[in-house]
């Protein structure tokens, strides 16, 4: 398994380039998630560093799922910060949910392992853990991006396909 930067850079793009291809996916640069950071922007940055630590630590897993699921987890379409947008209050609890409707609706051929991903990756705030190495690995990436977003400002310089220049 090759780890380069340069390997996993061009293994990312592969991995991602049909769900960031999605119509309503863009959607997601409309809206800020942490700081100044867009969904979209967090959710490559979480996608490119899972597929980075895993190629890395050498951790087998399916990679596609990996990146896709991390590209989803947040798919929520509102913007969090706005109570009447919102579709309830407990944005922070109920959000995965709300992923994994929108993704169900528009990816169709989602796998049990990209459900799981979007569905438990804000364990232990949601109680039910995560299932499989691919969803603990975004979990745990999702945390540390968002930690970063939170201090600094735009931390994730983008591409133009959406994919973070980490």
């Not at 969090?80 to 995965?96: E, L, Q």
């Not at 989602?110 to 969803?135: G, K, N, Y």
Request: aromatic content about 8%; some cysteine; glycine content about 4%.
């Amino acid at each position: 398994m090759d780890s380069t930067p340069e390997e996993i850079r061009k293994r990312y793009e592969e991995l991602a380039a049909p769900t960031l291809a999605a119509p309503r996916v863009a959607l997601m640069a409309g809206y800020v998630q942490h700081g100044q950071t867009t969904t979209l922007e967090h959710v490559a940055a979480v996608a490119y560093l899972s597929l980075a630590l895993v190629r890395k630590l050498v951790i087998r897993c399916d990679e596609r799922a990996l990146v896709r699921g991390a590209l989803l987890h947040d798919y929520c379409l509102y913007d969090w910060h706005d109570h009447n947008a919102a579709p309830d209050a407990w944005h922070g609890f109920t959000h995965p949910r709300h992923a994994l409707r929108n993704a169900e609706a528009d990816f169709p051929d989602l796998t049990p392992l990209e459900r799981d991903i979007i569905a438990h990756h804000m364990f232990p705030l949601v109680p039910s853990p995560p299932r499989h190495v691919e969803s603990l690995v975004v979990s745990l990436v999702d945390k540390a991006c968002s930690t970063v977003e939170v201090f600094a400002q735009r931390p994730w310089a983008t591409t133009s396909e959406g994919g973070a220049a980490c």
